[in-house]
């Protein structure tokens, strides 16, 4: 019930100040039992730099001495400090502060909790934000201060809110607003505004906050946000270590919104959510609803959905219920706009699936992991089968005539990707099924049986299977203790793959002391001698218990048992725990001066690692160690597109070399696995020590792209630059991000780009764009063309050699190679090569700006189509065109995929200058042509009207071109004579050999 909190009587408040002027902010803190941290709360409110500023303290009638010390502060701040007392507890935050808006005496009113501070401007820019805007809310940032953490850690709250200064006139102006800021603390009130409204918190059910917010936001006339920071909302992430947990104004409890394990959290948590649905209604604001409502599926759902696997059945079925009848009123449209596995998550729990929604929990807590598995049905990937074909609605086994529409909707997992990956690329969900540990307390053999998820089938029933289950301590960065136990038994079962293992831990692990306090365990499965690793997932209460004996390399007075423990993520874990008979000893060691001065050592060489192997340190060795040694004769170091790849130029002249017979000796950089780099080099990984080693002492630096920035080339060091494509977008310093940076950073850059000792070029236009845009001098330009290039011109030459053959005896054409054979592609289809230049959307994944399901159903009989995105993107496609699109992204070079394609279909890639070399057909999709050029860095040419294809923005006209590749190869002929003559004049065939023969000619064997 709504109260007049301008007539409301006061409960206990004998330290009361002679009243004074008016003060401009009035700042209510609340607190109860945080006697320790009231008075750094109310001295940032005395502080502030705005000194027309009272405090309210509202005690919650505390039993430590919190009231005590506000009295105190009142006392000694007579006309600033008021204290109030309740008198009796009221169990939440909203009854202290209501009273404190009663007692306010300022014109604006904000709260503060008593464990949190605010920053000393706060209240006079949100002051001059309220009096410049009129608003009745002014809102401010947040800031999360991770008080125990040694990084002083700081997270701000929801920041893309609080960019810029704005003022808002409705909150429809800015829906995200009342869906994620919900705080009550960062803002400042207009006191008549509460009054007038009769805003108040709700009392006696906890989330007061969102429902207060939601109030406030729906009644103001005029909302202004400010991008200074005003609140710091103290966090300990540590409760046991602080001494206390952290909570508004609840210091010695856990706080509301952690204590997630009472079912009446979560049936306050919906109350309130109710609550603000009907608010909305009744504001004429149910609009709003649908973002509250995607917001309420990707979090406020989510943070309870995580702990159900820590919760007993009762609790499950009852938190169920209760989340079944909220879940109703969703728009079914909120699910489209969350992630895949929130939206699985909520459907799943409105179906009561326990058996598919628990294996998508875990999904949901570690999002790699693949913790169901799979079905494919009609060409999609689906999260399980059991509702595709029932009605959306249960309760109306009418509604839907197909049934199962919603279902497959929210159930299709195909863009995640799960069925194009490798087993060794798969985080499988290992579900511990039993567990034993030694009978009676003696020895120390634990048993432990699972079953590991198979999804897809990605592991075949004749598959060679083996695994061993590894305990590594856990420690940040390093895995100095790891310990592996056989696992003796691995078979098929349907879906899964069961395992048993026993692994005496007394004999075979030897934690040291304090230090390997916790330890992880791992399975790694051998599936035919390729190796993917899984955690185990512990998702039922109970299942794991007792304690164990181990031997301990630091004496038993240390620790001497370990006992099992479920993390957060839900996986199992052992804990080391010291005797019984030790514990006084123990506590003594740790927390007295040995034990200081053991962790004190530990940090310090955990801090010196780290500084070891940060990039400073790395480019001071490089510098000042590496680069005293002399350079090795014969040495040089390639690398291909930043590590990523073994191709291009770089592997050309590499093969030249090898070809050739050449004494030298090869590294080769790799960035992440040495998968398919050559075996007769050296791999090392980029900025390694290693690497870093190898630079400096290279007499040859082969790449295309560019070696760490930072790092200075030797006099005695040559670098060839092969460079990876000639340029249709503006580089370097044709691009208007960089005329406008500093002069210190052009002259950086510079000094980089001056670093070549030789610039390969392919045509007088890479004279024009990339030699002027990198400042080159005309003595670095090397006129040789691409070596990667050399295998697409002898290509053209071999099928015009083969056309006149074919002419003359009228054979077929021979097969097109291993290649071909490799992806499948039959003899009866002709290949289209699709290779989109970079995409930068925020993510790695690259959408296909074509249905291709469709172009399949269309081409399929006629083309196979590789796709090939782009090496800093990836691409997903649907089982569906399995057979007839190709995903070829992984291949680490595109010249073999280029000179296998009938036809290339590109946008504005540089592919197109050397697939034009094969004198083939192209189609240039430039769907976005406009926003391309003009809204990005621009163009050096007009590919509209320069293309040697057609180019066609909509997905019909592609396919439209797409006719007839033996017509368009006939209409472009002379176009693409011209794109040659003009994008690629020096590229004859022979770019590698000219190379070899210019600078390792003496390096010929006698």
Known sequence: MNVDLRSSPGPEGPHEAPHTAAPAVSV?????????????????????????VEVVIVDDRSTDGSYEVARRLAAENPGRVRAHRLPENSGGCGAPRNHGIQQARGDHVMFLDSDDVLERNACRNMLEAAETTGADLVSGLCVRV???????????????????????????????LLVFDTLSTNKCYRRDFLLDNRLEFPVGIHYEDLLFSAQAYAAARRITLIPNRVYDWNVVDNPGKAGRAVTAGRAATKSISNRRAEIANFTHR???????????????????????????????????????????????????????????????????????????????????????????????????KISSPLVERDGRIYWCAEHLDKPDNPDDPDDGVDGGVFARRVLDVTELGYHAKPVERMFLRNELTSYQGPYGGAGGTVRLAGRITNPLGVVPPGARLTGELEFVARRKGVRFQVFRFPVATLRHEGETIAWEAAADLTRGLRPVGIVDAVWDVRLHLHVDGVRTTTRLTASEPGLVTGQLPVRPRLTRLVADRIEPEISSRGHLAFRLVPDKKAN??????????????????????????????SGDTKIRVYHEAFSRLPVKKRLVVFESHLGRQY??????????????????????????????????????????????????????????QSYPLKLTKRPGTTYLQTWHGSALKRMGFDEPEWKLRS??????????????????????????????????????LLRVGYPRNDALVRAREATAREATTREATARETPGRGPLAAELGIPEDRKVLLYAPTFRRRGQRRFELPFDVERFADTFGDRYVLLVRSHYLNHVVLPPSVRGRVVDVSSHHDVTPLLALADGLITDYSSVMFDYALLDRPMFFFAYDYEEYVHEGRGTYFDLLERAPG???????????????????????????????????????????????????AQWRRA
């Open 28 to 52: 209510v803190v609340i607190v109860y039992n945080d006697e320790t941290r009231l008075t750094a709360a109310v001295r940032s409110v005395l502080d502030q730099t705005l000194r027309s």
């Open 146 to 176: 991770h008080v125990d953490a040694r990084s002083g850690k700081e997270v701000k709250w929801y920041p893309w809110l609080y960019a810029r200064t704005r003022t808002l006139d409705s909150i429809s102006e800015l829906p995200d």
């Open 270 to 368: 919906m109350e309130i959510h109710r609550r603000v649905d009907q608010l909305l209604v009744d504001r004429g604001l149910a609009e709003l609803k649908f973002h509250k409502d995607v917001k309420f599926l990707k979090h406020d759902l989510v943070l309870h959905l995580r702990d159900l696997p820590f919760r007993d059945a009762a609790y499950r079925q009852e938190f169920a219920a209760i989340a079944r009848a909220y879940l109703e009123s969703i728009d079914p449209a909120a699910y489209d706009e969350i992630e895949p596995i929130h939206a699985i998550c909520a459907y799943l729990l409105r179906r009561s699936d326990w058996d598919n929604l628990l294996p998508a929990v875990d999904t949901l807590t570690n999002r790699d």
């Open 584 to 613: 006084v000893l123990v506590e003594r060691g740790i927390h007295g001066a040995p034990g200081r001065l053991a962790k004190s050592g530990y940090r310090k060489a955990r801090a010196v690692r780290k500084t070891l192997a």
């Open 647 to 704: 191709s291009d130029s770089p592997r050309a002249i590499y093969e030249e070399m090898r070809r050739q017979g050449l004494r030298f000796e090869a590294v080769w950089a790799y960035a992440d696995k040495p998968e398919g780099f050559p075996e007769d080099a050296v791999l090392v990984r980029r900025w390694s020590l290693p690497y870093l080693k190898a630079l400096a002492r290279a007499e040859f630096w082969i790449d295309n």
């Open 743 to 780: 002069r210190t950073e052009q002259a950086e850059q510079q000094r980089t780009l001056d670093r070549f000792d030789r610039f390969l070029v392919r045509s007088e236009h890479d004279v024009r764009t990339l030699a002027r845009a990198f400042r080159l001098k005309e003595k670095t």
């Open 950 to 1000: 057609p180019v066609v923005r909509t997905e019909d006209d592609l396919y439209a071109a797409l006719g007839s590749l033996q017509e368009q190869s006939a209409k472009y002929s002379g176009a693409r004579r011209r794109f040659v003559a003009d994008f690629g004049e020096y590229d004859k065939g022979h770019a590698a050999e000219s190379i070899v023969d210019q600078f390792f």
